[in-house]
């Protein structure tokens, strides 16, 4: 599957003071467009639904964050930790995700279009109620994370832990679930969301056993 990739400007804004950036962001209603944050390490910091587009966010920890409301379009995030963040509301499109730190974060009802994660590590992240199409998910770590009445549609996954994941009322038709390590994985009693997924032979068997089957 290909996922269009961000294509971002050759002439970026470093920013050096993020916290300067966002009270001149939220005083004259700016955006962040072709920016690049950078060795930014900040707590607990209020982005207040800023747009962000066009740019990089690098080697920056940002953790225990407000990113609710805010939009990301053609935009990469690489080795930053982004754990424990707010990304409740958020709207993503054109995104790469790399090699960052998204621990205990929350994507409630975020909606995710054409983005990828590229060796990350998302452990016990909320993506409920979220719509994720076109998306991509690579050298990953996604155990224990919700992902409950959610619509996915067009996902890749490459070799990803979804070790004691939830997916509660959220379809997985379609979804190739062979490139991935489910052990504990939790749906609805009746496994309906499993109904349309492909699984290979041991993942047939674990999830047989959940739904009260007998192999022989």
């Known amino acids: 599957m290909q996922i269009k990739q961000p294509i971002i400007p050759g002439n970026l804004k470093n920013i050096s003071d993020i916290t300067e950036e966002l009270q001149f962001s939220m005083e004259y209603e700016t955006d962040f467009d072709s920016v690049r944050i950078s060795k930014a390490h900040e707590e607990e910091l209020s982005f207040g639904g800023v747009y962000i587009k066009n740019s990089t966010i690098e080697n ?87 992902i409950c009445q959610s619509e996915i549609k067009n996902i890749e996954l490459k070799n990803v832990k979804l070790v004691n994941s ?3 009322k959220t379809p997985l038709k379609d979804v190739n679930l062979t490139d991935c390590i489910i052990d504990g994985l939790i749906v609805s009693d009746n496994g309906a969301e499993l109904r349309g997924a492909t699984v290979d032979v041991y993942q047939a068997a674990m999830f047989a056993k959940l739904l009260g089957l007998n192999i022989e």
Do not use: P
């Open 60 to 146: 920056s920890r940002l953790t225990n964050s407000d990113f609710s409301d805010c939009t990301f379009i053609n935009v990469i995030i690489k080795g930053c930790d982004l754990s424990n963040c707010n990304f409740n509301n958020t709207y993503f499109k054109n995104c790469l995700i790399i090699s960052s730190k998204l621990v205990g974060s929350s994507f409630k009802n975020t909606v995710q279009l054409e983005t990828a994660y590229d060796n990350c590590n998302a452990e016990l992240t909320d993506y409920n109620e979220s719509k994720l199409k076109n998306i991509q998910l690579i050298d990953s770590d996604f155990s224990s994370a919700l």
């Open 166 to 168: 939830t997916f509660f």
